[in-house]
């Protein structure tokens, strides 16, 4: 794989054992939440608050969906997922990869180098395609909430003052 190289430092290494950590508690998050039937919103599941960008602007944010997108997808409910957020399976996936190429490569003593350009343009392109969709999504989507969700969360702050 042209992405690793070998590596005896366990410090640099444990990155990767970290990251696959992140991926495995977020998979786990998602097995245990329900997609919201809104395409957004799944987060407050977990008691946070909805999006800022949705409380304010009825708008959508670049990652607005995200959560639904992945929790569907790991359920695999791919219509849903892609409906929630286009570009949310293919990040998933893509998370998916790289944990478990690295909690791999971690075994064989190898790191996932991301030093090189390769690597710093496919991160540059993947973020101009988010935020791109994201700008794009934003501009068109005037009416984002679902039914309810502001008055809902309004009413939810109420009762804890």
Same mark, same amino acid.
């Given at each position: ?21 992140? #991926?495995? %508690? ?11 039937? &809104?395409?957004? $919103?799944?987060?407050?599941? *977990? ?22 997108? #992945?929790? %569907? ?11 929630? &957020?286009?570009? $949310?399976?293919?990040?998933? *996936? ?45 501009? *068109? ?21």
């Amino acid at each position: 794989m042209a992405f690793l190289e070998p590596c005896d430092d366990k410090k640099i290494l444990n990155g990767q054992l970290v990251t696959f950590a992140i #991926w495995l %508690a977020i998979t786990a998050f998602g097995i245990y939440l329900s997609p919201s039937p &809104h395409g957004h $919103g799944t987060h407050e599941q *977990l008691g946070l608050p909805p999006c800022p960008s949705v409380l304010f602007f009825n708008r959508p944010c670049p990652g607005c969906g995200l959560t639904t997108s #992945w929790t %569907a997808t790991i359920h695999g409910r791919f219509i849903e997922a892609f409906h929630a &957020h286009p570009l $949310g399976p293919l990040l998933y *996936l893509g998370f998916t990869y790289v944990a478990l190429v690295g909690l791999w490569a971690y075994t064989k003593k190898l790191r996932i180098d991301t030093g090189g350009r390769a690597w710093s343009v496919g991160m540059m392109v993947g973020a101009l395609v988010f935020f791109g969709f994201g700008f794009i999504r934003f501009a *068109l989507n005037d009416h984002f909430a679902a039914p309810d969700e502001i008055t809902n969360y309004v009413q939810r702050l109420s009762r804890k003052s």
